[in-house]
């Protein structure tokens, strides 16, 4: 973090102290007194073991979902964490709940929900799907839920938590859309998930004709956005049918991820209803909470109960600063993602060594490796990105250094796009980056000149 932020945040500190000030001072307990030297010692060994991290930080690392906050984010929850609120009850951070309010309503207008609606934030994306599902059951509880292969494992996990029936489809180029979904028991399915923005090849199922489908059918839909959900801000720039994005305010329940390309810290997710109706669903009674105010308390909408005010300081100083919109704020850097996701995919259009797999519909790009004349077969594509992923990191020189991610896919999926592989496993193993940072647009070229050096010296 640049030193000068730093400094930025001294008058807020100043201010938040006279403020704590104005009630009276006191003396701190003398158990709570650590001395200067030993929190200095603690705090430089603390930096030493952190160094042991993937360098999250730099445009070299395009390995898994993982991302830095905007020093903003970071600021705004440093500072709201010398009061620690508590953002359940009205009581344990008036501020802090009004902000959340706020960065719902922000996400609620993104995705076309208006007053009213339900919606709060969470200390995860799990959590929110959890919620989702939850009142899904609520409202079906004979029946269970399906989504695609290629869905967060998340999904089954929660329907095993809470006892759901799980049914999976695929979304592959075989057969229509239709004819996947036909061939559920929809009787008894009561709400079907949509993912925009899939966590392994970022793909952006067709959620317009899923909506026709079930609608016809009383099924509900649920839009997993947990890493996606951002991008409707520019979805005039991506590829394919605009109308999956302008109909997201169809579908009765959404669930963001501030924590992925909202720039936050872990935790911070974000559930949606259509229906405020369901907030039924989360009444309960507390013997001590929820006295200082008459206004809707977040924990009488929430399974969760204490969570951190600090999350949403956060992400409402970060939408002060970076809004919502296409041409402003988020768009900019959300472009630039997708932008170097394009730029990988050209360049591995012309490699000799490297070949894309598809074509990115957001910022995650995968790949393989060997050379395009000779023969190949998915083992020993799965053979080359094993050791392609620990090459990149095996460097001594660390600003040669990158980090990657793979990926594994059947061999009968493989095979559709490239039947003239022959295919001798179960299974093949790609090579997968995240671009994540706006950074990436200007760098993914060397990343990928790298990677291709180390292909070729491996073949």
């Not at 200067?36 to 603690?42: K, L, V």
């Not at 960065?103 to 609620?108: D, G, N």
């Amino acid at each position: 973090m640049d030193s000068s932020l730093y400094q930025t945040i001294q008058p807020s500190l100043q201010q938040l102290q006279k403020w704590k000030n104005s009630f009276g001072s006191f003396t701190t307990h003398p158990s709570l007194v650590v001395e200067d030297s030993i929190i200095q010692e603690t705090l430089r060994t603390l930096s030493e073991r952190l160094t042991g991290n993937y360098p999250f930080h730099h445009p070299s690392y395009a390995g898994q979902m993982l991302k830095p906050p905007h020093p903003v984010a970071a600021l705004a929850y440093s500072l709201t964490m010398g009061l620690n609120p508590n953002n359940h009850a009205l009581d344990g951070g008036p501020p802090s709940s009004e902000m959340e309010k706020e960065c719902v309503q922000a996400l609620a207008n993104l995705f076309g929900y208006h007053h009213p609606y339900l919606g709060h934030l969470s200390s995860s994306g799990t959590i929110a799907n959890l919620e989702a599902l939850w009142v899904a059951r609520s409202i079906h509880p004979k029946k269970g839920i399906a989504y695609s292969s290629e869905a967060h494992y998340t999904h089954g996990r929660m329907a095993q938590v809470l006892g759901m029936r799980a049914h999976s489809f695929q979304l592959d180029s075989e057969h229509s859309i239709t004819e996947h979904l036909d061939a559920l028991p929809f009787d008894s399915i009561g709400t079907l998930i949509v993912t925009m923005g899939t966590t392994g090849l970022g793909k952006v199922e067709p959620l317009a004709h899923i909506l026709d489908w079930a609608h016809s059918r009383d099924i509900r839909i649920h839009i997993d956005a947990a890493y996606g959900g951002f991008f409707k801000s520019i979805s005039n720039l991506l590829p394919g049918p605009v109308a999956h994005w302008d109909r997201m305010h169809e579908a009765d329940s959404i669930v963001i991820d501030p924590h992925k390309h909202g720039l936050q810290p872990y935790g911070c997710g974000c559930v949606l209803f259509k229906n405020p109706e369901v907030g039924v669903f989360y009444k309960h009674d507390s013997p001590y909470t929820y006295f200082s105010s008459e206004e809707l308390h977040l924990g009488e909408i929430s399974l969760e109960c204490s969570r951190a005010g600090a999350s949403a300081a956060a992400f409402w100083a970060t939408l002060q600063c970076f809004p919502l919109q296409s041409n402003l704020g988020f768009g900019p850097i959300l472009t630039a993602c997708h932008r170097a996701a394009i730029k990988a995919y050209n360049y591995l259009n012309k490699c000799d060594v490297l070949t894309a797999y598809i074509a990115p519909e957001l910022d995650i790009i995968t790949y393989f490796a060997g050379e395009k004349d000779s023969l190949r077969s998915t083992s020993t594509i799965s053979n080359l990105s094993k050791e392609i992923f620990h090459q990149g990191m095996a460097h001594k020189d660390l600003s040669q250094q990158y980090f990657i991610s793979l990926y594994t896919i059947s061999s009968k999926e493989f095979s559709q796009r490239f039947p003239e592989i022959p295919a001798d496993s179960a299974d093949v193993i790609l090579l997968r980056s995240v671009l994540m940072r706006p950074e990436q647009e200007y760098t993914v070229e060397d990343l990928l000149c790298r990677i291709e050096a180390d292909a070729k010296n491996l073949l």
